[in-house]
């Protein structure tokens, strides 16, 4: 699977041109798969961020309005009751995941629980592009900073399939706890490399290497 694992989507032509190297195509070439769940986890949001996102409603965290050729949803708490004989082909044939923010722990339970986490490691083309919880669930762990949902196992951890921690939005104006300070305090609790990264940077993970993207600020806090 191929990452693009942004803080706040693809906000920037550095991003786009990323995103186009990726899947290998123009956008309007692609079929995409948007997955709203980790919307549902989060105390913060409510089931109009879920419309705006699959809406393509959201000018500041652009996604699914990018231009595909085509788009579904693909609701992970539905999975279970539908089974894999129907929905493991449909993301099997889609070129990109579309993988709102919420709550990453919420979002890495519902990805153990429908089977999609297991799938994973067979998708190699697949893009897989993350927006802040979105981009989180693929790390080992968030920290307690992040934690809101409380996991059945009572721990902060998530999928693991990179091998740092992400620390999104950094120096956000609407979230002035967000600061470089606060992300570096974060860090010296997390067992693994961790990267503080604003709304237009993104981490790009494919093929074993990880690059920074990024026409803004970001920092490597712990290698």
Known sequence: MKLLLTSAGITNPSLDTALINLLGKPIAEANALCIPTAGYGHPQTNPSHAWRFISGQEPRNPMCELGWKSLGVLELTALPSIGEERWVPWVQETDVLLVN???????????????????????????????????????????????????????????????????????????????????????????????AIDDQTAIQVTGGVTEVISEGHWKLLKT
């Open 101 to 195: 923010g919420g709550d990453a722990l919420y979002l890495a339970h519902w990805m153990r629980e429908s089977g999609l986490a297991k799938l994973l490691p067979s998708l190699h083309e697949t893009v897989w592009v993350g927006l802040s919880a979105g981009s989180m669930v693929m790390t080992p762990r968030i920290g307690e900073d992040f934690v809101g949902w409380k996991a059945p196992t009572g721990d902060d951890c998530t999928l693991g399939l990179v091998d740092f921690s992400i620390f999104p939005h950094l120096d956000h104006p609407a979230l002035p706890e967000n600061t470089l300070a606060h992300a570096e305090r974060w860090a010296s609790s997390m067992p693994v490399p961790c990267y």
